[in-house]
């Protein structure tokens, strides 16, 4: 029986608690693994061993700690570092510690898209190569190779750049590259490796075996629909573990750890769009005997300690989840002993550490420093100039013009595209604010400040939805608010956000005008949707430009994965924005500004 989802509060308390638990126990266990090292005199079979795992997950490509949309060091309220150059150093200091011979490494994937260094090496300089050239060795290889990896899991944007590029990603990696829910679409098969097996020597006593089972996310099926459609197909975690696991206890294995691209609070973001649950990793445990822990990606949450207690065998599965980009490094610790032999975890215990106060890698920096020098330089080229400043500080909650920029790029190339016939039909936009700190400054617009804006490497399609439809659409959008009675002051720090909808997952339109009343309930919100003045009518037909993600099914809005294609294309929506400033040489808000849509309470305006 699936356990009920628990809200985002109530995990992270249980987290964090549970964290500090397990860092308070990290001296104790760290003596009790000594006192059995103690027990392994010469000439007799030790009995006690001790091993770790070390986890990192959704790096997207930060190796340095920079920030790459802000040309300068990585910055955050926290005050936390990115980048695997740092976490390097951790690892180093976990073998040093431990013994070389005693430490895993494991990533749960999302390695190669995500920053300006990703992109620079899928589509300005692609590891594939072009014109029968070889390309270049990807850095996350380089530097993952270096710090030798025992396997990662597969990522939904693993896909973003096709699986050609993957492949040849996977081809580069000195480490498997593991997905046993990544089927061949025709034979059912694995299109990769399912699970490896590694062995923890043990002088004068068997070897540890650890079997590790990589997972990866179902909604590929969708987000990246147009890569891996006929290709492969992407089962429920849950399903495909029951098949692995035992396969890998009747290997033999001592220790069956999955790395999952998946979180754990039993939800999904595209609601029925498909069968299987997004962040499935709590079920995994649940439902799944024979796991002793889990690597959890895929949430962008630091969750150092969570156990689940399995359902059929009642025992307790470890799952730890290591926040992003290199902030936090998991450490799995196992101690076992040896029962007629063949060897039994005895406890298990996991906390995350923060590489911040570590100094980077200097093998890492000496691979790489030419690479990030390279894409710092392809950041800064300028593209053009801005007649004034373009801030998204209020993009949540105004329609501002560095957001109709978006949408006057998103309308224009699929015009362009169209049909005679859907040209004649009414055009419209639809786009996130993805970044609340973007801002293209007045003068010099460079590279930089355009992906800054829009961070994710989504293509453009066209869509079509009635006026009953699109209605339906932004009372879904519209919830994002929470709802805020009239005659009540608004505080915008408290106002977005609601039913974990996030900034990314907010869709505001171009193209028609509406209000947003906050002070109604959810599903009553959308007032006055008129089309050049004109009320929309509920069979009224329009194109929709939208990002491939959205339009696939991405974040459960209803109708648009289901509706007929006007247009699509493989350009990504920010190189399309570069080459708008490009052609026109100025950005100037004066072209595409216009002030359609509004929060309201009651009708009366709220800002």
Known sequence: ????????????????????????????????????????????????????????????????????????????????????????????????????????????????????????????????????????????????????????????HEFNYGIDLLRKFEKQCHFPLLGANALDAKTLRPAFHPYTVKRICVPGAPDIKVGILGLTNPGIALWDKDNVSGKMVFPGLVEQAKKYVPRLRALGCDVVFLTDHSGLDGSSSYGSELPYVENASNLVAEQVPGIDAILVGHTHVEVSSYTVKNEETGEDVLLSEPYCWGMRLTVFDFELELHCGQWKVTSKKAQTLNPKDVEEDPEITRLLQADHDLVVKYVNTAVGTCTEDLSAAESCWKDVPIMDFIHQVQMDSVAKGLST???????ISVAAPFSRTADIPKGSVTIKDIAGLYIYDNTLYGKKLTGAQLKDYLEYAAKYYHQVPSGTKVDTSTLTNANNFWDYMYDTAAGVDYEIDIAQPEGSRIKNLTYKGAAVADNQVFVVAVNNYRANGGSGYP????????YSSTNEIRQLMIDYVTAKGTLNPADFADVNWKLTQGGTPVF
């Open 1 to 156: 029986m699936p356990v009920n989802p628990m809200n985002r509060r109530e995990f992270m308390q249980k987290s964090a608690v549970t964290g500090a638990a397990v860092a308070a126990a990290g001296a104790v266990g760290a003596g009790t693994a000594q006192a059995a090292d103690d027990d392994h005199r010469p000439g007799k079979a030790p009995r006690t061993w001790s091993f770790s795992i070390l986890g990192t997950t959704d790096l997207h490509s930060h190796v340095f700690d920079w920030d790459y949309y802000k040309d300068a060091a990585y910055k955050d309220k926290a005050g936390n570092s990115v980048g695997v150059a740092r976490v390097a150093t951790l690892i180093k200091q976990q073998r040093e510690a431990k013994g070389e011979d005693r430490v895993l490494l494991v990533d749960a994937g999302d390695i190669i898209q995500g920053t300006s260094l990703a992109y620079y090496y899928a589509r300005v300089d692609p590891i594939t190569g072009t014109d029968g050239k070889h390309g270049p060795k990807h850095p996350m290889a380089v530097a993952m190779n270096a710090m030798r990896y025992d396997a990662a899991a597969l990522g939904n």
């Open 421 to 427: 016939a859907d040209a004649a039909l009414p055009l």
């Open 559 to 566: 109708h648009i994965a289901a509706a007929d294609i006007a």
